[in-house]
């Protein structure tokens, strides 16, 4: 059964604050959302459903995807939104002066985010090893009793 890009796209919106998503219309977010989508799934590394089979006209995955994998996707989408956030600091950062960039909010901001891409990394790694021992929530009692 497909699962729609809605469940991601609500659980990362559940881990950011960005204003720049009100000045938006619906099917510009869901663009921007999508490229998110795309550009994070290859963070997700040896997911066991595939991801990748997708589409993205009808924003969905073509596979049932579990709660854990929305929730790694979702982190990884919060790994991309954070990189754009440094990237666009680091622009500004380049074309004002060291003291200038040094003596405005923009220094702290540009920091607060290298620590949340920083804290966000070792979830995504932690997901992802307690997903790796998962079996997907089926009961396996082989080598028990003696099988």
Partial sequence: MPTPYSQVFDSFLSKIEDSTYLALTDPEIETDLTKLLNSSLIHFTYPKVDIFSK??????????????????????????WTGRKIRNIK?????????????????????????????NDSEIENLLTKYSYSNNLKADYSGLAGD
């Fill in 91 to 119: 622009l500004i950062e380049q074309a004002l002066s060291d003291r200038d960039f040094k003596l405005t909010s923009q220094a702290n901001h540009l920091q607060a985010l290298l620590d949340l891409q920083k804290y």
């Fill in 55 to 80: 589409d993205d006209e009808n924003l969905e995955f073509l596979n049932d995807i579990s709660y854990s994998e929305i929730e790694i996707i979702a982190r990884c989408m919060v790994k991309e």
